[in-house]
């Protein structure tokens, strides 16, 4: 057990020099006498609440709730605001920006008198992002997710949020509902705080973060505006103070083992495809190599057992109830490493302890999944030398293996001037290849990756086709969408080659996305292309364009993803 001058933060307030008197002259400034905070552990509360994200609208009210455990238990807690990454506004994505906000977060930690950190987000990019410049960090820290919304409704029908605006949007362009019914789904398609309540990527990050075991046990399945959220977040606010003391810190709590029951994870909820991105770079941080080959490793060796949309029929609330990641994880025990050690300071066996199951249709047994193998398959060949990957149990069965003439589209403006071109002659069989907008195409690798389906078919009453892209997708997309298809074609990747008519063949058994061009008239093409212009001149962007990586590594920043000092400050 730690002492009062072991804190970290006893080299800012505890010495008997300039900088330690000035220190404590500031702090008395901010109004707090020294018996407040001299010898308690100083709790960092990175709160990524802002008035334009409506997934963190709650999290003002709960990072006082933070704080309340913070003071109940010893500590003393300071709140700072980081970047928000609001997945509903920020353009032209906020994966353009996962990468700052992991650097603000570690740099924070790192440069002011955190002796721990408690983590508030949930919203898809600040969950990667925070864990990221936290395990950077290497203080002890644990994770606040933001908790789904509640379910939306429209007139007798439950909605998924995402999913069903999606869904609907496409039956508007079909005809079949008008503007009166849109606007009835507009009111009532995301009726509370929180984030999206179907399997999109922020229930499956949150989700991530528990098993990883930066969460308090439970935490990442209660719906934003229970009151179980709100005792939960004062019960973070206390145990990190405990951690501090106890020296937990989350480098011994992200281990291996936790990284590889995150994938087991992600793979039974049929979790966001972009988690393959993100724990990719969660593990790079952690000093852990990951890749494309563990995730379809363990995918072919885990069943899905979350019937959670987009892939199954219910919402997080219905999760929740059934008994939420505990009651999930319960049944998936023999295939997770079970005596590691979570921040909770039990091993995740203790954890699951009490854990039970109270549905069977919503969290199904072992005998009866929703899908025999995980959820996401990762696809090699010719079109994709690194790598692509494909949620399948979110399309079309019949589509799964597949063969037929390219439509391509050079860019996202590209596609919306013409998805809908008579000339171009799509049809059901037609696959539709969107390229620049991978990593540096997009920029930032955007969720473009839900192709939208031509006018005319949606009329015709088709509602899924093969689409292929270096993008990203919402993970309350669905269809027969590969994505992150690696090298992207903004860097020279065999995307770049594709031509119209050119047939491409999609084989998710065999895990095979191959482009049907003979390799010497695809040396022909790969002399004529010529490299894009840089995007960026200057700011954030240029620095970004220098140094991110590629899908298959994580879309990491390469001087950050690398191992290395970053010294500690002198305090004095």
Not at 26 to 55: F, M
Not at 178 to 191: I, K, T, Y
Not at 312 to 334: I, K, N, Q
């Amino acid at each position: 057990m730690r002492t009062p001058e072991d804190l970290r933060s006893h080299r800012w307030f505890g010495g008997d020099e300039l900088r330690n008197f000035s220190h404590r002259a500031r702090a008395r400034q901010l109004g707090y006498e020294p018996e407040e905070h001299l010898g308690k552990p100083v709790i960092a509360v990175l709160n990524t609440w802002s008035d334009i994200n409506p997934c963190h609208m709650h999290l003002r009210e709960r990072a006082e709730q933070v704080k309340r455990g913070v003071w109940q238990a010893g500590g003393f807690p300071l709140e700072f605001p980081v970047a928000t990454l609001s997945e509903t506004y920020q353009k032209p994505t906020p994966m353009l920006y996962r990468n700052l906000l992991a650097m603000e977060t570690e740099e924070i930690l790192r440069s002011y008198p955190a002796d721990g950190a408690v983590l508030m987000g949930g919203c898809d990019k600040t969950t990667p992002a925070l864990l990221m410049g936290a395990a950077s960090a290497g203080l002890p820290a644990i994770f606040v997710p933001a908790g789904p919304m509640l379910r939306g409704h429209w007139r007798d029908e439950v909605l998924g949020s995402g999913t069903d605006m999606w869904k609907y949007w496409d039956e508007r362009r079909a005809g079949t509902i008008g503007d009166e019914e849109l606007s009835e789904l507009e009111r009532g398609l995301a009726r509370s705080p929180g984030h999206c309540m179907t399997m999109g990527t922020a229930s499956t990050m949150t989700s991530a973060a528990e098993v990883l075991g930066v969460t308090l046990p439970g935490a990442a399945s209660i719906p934003a505006v229970d009151s179980a959220h709100h005792r939960m977040a004062a019960a973070s606010g206390a145990r990190i103070v405990d951690m501090v003391w106890e020296d937990l810190t989350i480098t011994k709590v992200l281990d291996e083992r936790a990284y590889a029951d995150a994938i087991t994870t992600v793979l039974a909820l049929g979790g966001s495809t972009n988690a393959v991105i993100h724990l990719i770079a969660m593990a790079g941080r952690s000093g852990l190599a990951l890749s494309l080959a563990d995730f379809d490793e363990i995918a072919r060796r885990v069943p899905v057992l979350a019937n959670i949309r987009p892939g199954g029929a219910w919402l997080m609330e219905d999760f929740y109830y059934a008994g939420g990641l505990p009651g999930l994880l319960s049944r998936l025990t023999d295939l997770l490493h079970t005596d590691r050690l979570t921040v909770s300071g039990r091993t995740l066996a203790e954890t699951l302890a009490t854990a039970r199951v109270h549905n069977d249709d919503v969290i199904r047994p072992r005998d009866n999944p929703l899908a025999a193998e995980g959820g996401v398959a990762v696809l090699h060949g010719n079109l994709a030398p690194s790598g692509a990957v494909i949620k399948h149990i979110a399309a079309t069965p019949e589509l799964l293996t597949h063969t037929g003439p390219a439509v391509v589209f050079d860019d996202y403006a590209d596609l919306k001037k013409r998805i809908n071109d008579p000339s171009l002659g799509i049809t059901a069989d037609s696959v539709l290849v969107l390229r620049g907008s991978g990593p540096l195409g997009g920029p930032g690798m955007p969720e473009y990756g839900m192709l939208p389906i031509p006018d005319h078919l949606l009329a015709q009453g088709v509602r899924d086709m093969v689409r292929i892209s270096d993008a990203r997708m919402s993970g309350t997309s669905y269809g027969a969408c590969v994505l992150h298809v690696a090298p992207e074609s903004h860097v020279g990747g065999p995307l770049a080659l594709v031509r119209d008519g050119d047939l491409i063949t999609l084989d998710v058994p065999a895990r095979a996305l191959r482009l049907e061009v003979p390799d010497d008239e695809l040396a022909r093409r790969r002399a004529d292309w010529l490299e894009p212009a840089p995007r960026f001149e200057r700011g954030y962007g240029a620095l970004y364009a220098e140094h991110i990586t590629q899908a298959d590594e994580g879309c990491d920043f390469d001087f950050l993803a690398r191992t290395g000092a970053n010294p500690e400050p002198d305090a004095r």
